[in-house]
């Protein structure tokens, strides 16, 4: 019986990781200030949540049977990773001792909370004995699924709202809404997720993964269905205009592609996989280069927005000299600020578009310190078990974190950034 549940709960995690960029939830509390909503004191549960938390009861129903919690148990070598999960333990406590000098106590459990979910789904995979491989196609999908999606909003120009996918109103002619502009107002693709950024920073991320399924997989026909996969993913990162995250989310793809022609085994996929990356970039180039020049070089809102990151940044080392060591507590960089600051537009309480700093302004030194270290160890481990893979993902991630701090703020991608965690920690099985 507790194999038909471990089962189940296998293909419930699955599905959930198609699912997770749709941000479908429900508010118990909504803040505001300035009459513009404050997204960091809102506190609102996932429809995504709700479905982690049926995978999660299903999977510790299955551990109750001693046998495969042995089985369970083995596939992690505690003793070689004792310092590893020492260190993300310290983190959680350090997290959660935050909560008492926060200054909104409420909404720092939540963020905790979340934390602690995030770190929950990494751990399912030892405990469902998930396949990598499953779940890289699902995150393929699902990218696939978004691509196609923005691709749509783009064309349209404009995004209907639907309560029950999640979706926000977005029209390019109000202000507020994320646009690139030429001869006009071009609305940036969204997604399913609140900004075109997250987009991009996770079509990056499946970018990489199409491009090592591609390059795996033996079957002809799986590959020519992650080939479309991929193409829809980098008509939707170009779609996004993140500059971040085409940069870099095509740039390392590429290397990643040039680095497997040298194996004589994975050479001829690797190059079909180069020149697609190659052909489709220059395609979506050629269709709405114009627009793409503007957001890569100095114009109007470009030079706004460096302006904007700016002040968010020398306004985070303010926040920082304030308490080096403590922080201000986890999720409340910018109830801080409007503690501090009351009475502005909720727009003016942004955090820095930089995960170093927020981690270092929310949870202190010590905070940033346990975080860096993590993805410190997490590399090496990778390193040393020679996946080439997880390598490039995490080095994806820290460089994205650089430019912005979606990995820590939205839900959605706080998961995807402890699973690949988790993927690093766990030994690679021969």
């Known amino acids: 019986m507790d194999h038909k549940i471990l089962k189940v709960a296998r293909g419930l995690f699955y599905l959930f990781i198609f699912l997770l960029p749709w941000q479908t939830r429900y508010f118990l509390l909504r803040a505001s200030s300035g009459g513009y909503e404050l997204e960091a004191g809102n506190l609102a549960i996932y429809g995504t949540e709700l479905w982690l938390w049926v995978i999660m009861i299903l999977a510790i129903s299955s551990l109750f049977k001693k046998s495969f919690w ?12 004792k310092p590893q999960f020492l260190v993300v333990s310290l983190f959680i406590i350090w997290s959660g001792l935050s909560i008492f000098w926060s200054v909104n106590g409420a909404v720092a459990y939540w963020q905790w909370f979340k934390l602690l979910e995030a770190m929950a789904a990494g751990s399912l995979i030892i405990i469902l004995k998930v396949d990598f491989k499953k779940i890289a196609t699902m995150l ?35 202000l507020g809404v994320s646009v690139v502009e030429n001869t006009g107002r071009w609305l940036r693709a969204y997604g399913s997720f609140p900004h075109p950024n997250i987009l991009g920073g996770f079509l990056a ?57 040298k194996n004589k085994l994975t050479r001829r996929r690797a190059a079909v996989v180069l020149i697609s990356l190659v052909l489709v970039a220059t ?8 627009l ?18 700016q002040i968010e940044l020398e306004r985070a080392y303010s926040m920082i000299k304030a308490r080096p060591l403590w922080g201000w507590g986890l999720g409340s960089y910018q109830l801080a600020l409007l503690k501090l600051n009351p009475g502005q537009p ?44 997880v390598v490039y993902g995490l080095g994806l991630i820290f460089l994205l974190i ?18 690949m965690i988790y993927f690093g920690l766990i030994k690679k099985e021969e």
């Open 70 to 81: 042995s089985e369970a148990v083995g596939k992690i070598k505690f003793l070689k990773f």
């Open 402 to 419: 650089w430019f912005d701090h979606y990995f820590w703020a939205s839900w959605s991608m706080l998961v995807i950034f402890w699973l």
């Open 205 to 261: 991320v499946t970018i990489l993964v199409s491009v090592y399924l591609i390059i795996q997989s033996d079957k002809l026909r799986i590959r020519l269905w992650l080939l479309v996969a991929l193409v829809l993913q980098v008509l939707g990162l170009v779609l996004t205009f993140s500059r971040a995250a085409i940069f870099l989310g095509l740039g390392l793809a590429i290397i990643y592609s040039l680095l497997l022609i």
């Open 292 to 309: 793409l020049i503007n957001r890569f070089t100095d114009s109007r809102l470009t030079i706004k927005s460096n302006n904007e990151r």
């Open 140 to 174: 393929a999908a699902s990218g696939a699924a978004q691509g196609l999606l923005a691709f749509w909003q783009f064309s349209t120009q404009q995004i209907v709202a639907n309560k029950w996918l999640g979706l926000a109103a977005q029209n390019p002619a109000d």
């Open 346 to 389: 909720a727009y003016q309480y942004q955090p820095p578009h930089n995960l170093f700093w927020l981690t270092w302004a929310e949870l202190g030194l010590v905070g940033l310190s346990l975080w860096l270290l993590i993805l410190i160890i997490t590399v090496w481990q990778a390193i040393k078990q020679k996946s080439g893979f």
């Open 283 to 290: 395609v979506g180039y050629g269709l709405w280069g114009e």
